[in-house]
């Protein structure tokens, strides 16, 4: 945000058009609530956000771990450091409040891939949580490629998702909007 010096130089041309904000500003009745997050619901039937969460965790991750080790004995004997792992960045997600967040990234990344837009493996931080490889949301297994999920998000730091989607996205998102809703997107 500017300083009210900055806006004054800004608008030395138009002094109304500052005059105006002062009378916008007297009309307006909000109250903002500092250090919380406030993010659209996802629609989850029966089921708390949490609990789905971890349902669709570890369902994507099942069908994660039967791609990397075809062999069921070679699975069976990585599986414990994989649902370690998940177990810990679920009980972080929850705890901090983003179970939602991560389904709704989970939403749009493959809603993105189901209508032919470009979707990068993963980028920044966010490709060292075993939680969005399970959930699609990156393709880069964070296990194999050491990455650190406490880089991603911890108890101080929210997270952030970042993809890479191309131009298309933005031929495309109202599609998405539309079968959404405008909240969601």
Not at 124 to 146: Q, R
Not at 160 to 173: G, M
Request: net charge negative.
């Amino acid at each position: 945000m500017r300083s009210e010096e900055e806006m004054c130089e800004l608008f030395a041309d138009i002094p109304e058009a500052l005059a105006n904000t002062v009378e916008i500003a007297k009309r307006c009745n909000v109250t903002v609530r500092l250090g919380e997050y406030f993010l659209p619901q996802f629609p989850t039937g029966d089921m708390s956000t949490e609990d789905y969460l971890v349902q669709a965790c570890k369902r994507g991750l099942e069908e994660r771990l039967a791609f990397l080790f075809p062999d069921e004995e070679e699975r069976l004997k990585r599986r414990p450091e994989y649902d370690e792992r998940l177990e810990t960045e679920l009980q972080v997600i929850n705890q901090m409040g983003f179970p939602g967040y991560f389904l709704i990234v989970m939403e749009f990344i493959q809603w993105s891939k189901d209508n032919g837009v470009p979707v990068g493996p993963g980028r920044g931080s966010g490709a060292g949580s075993l939680v969005a490889y399970a959930l699609k949301i990156t393709d880069l297994d964070p296990l194999e490629f050491d990455l650190l999920f406490e880089r991603f998000l911890t108890r101080n730091v929210s997270p952030c998702l970042t993809s890479t989607l191309t131009s298309v996205w933005k031929e495309t998102r109202s599609g998405y909007r539309a079968r959404s809703g405008h909240v969601r997107s």
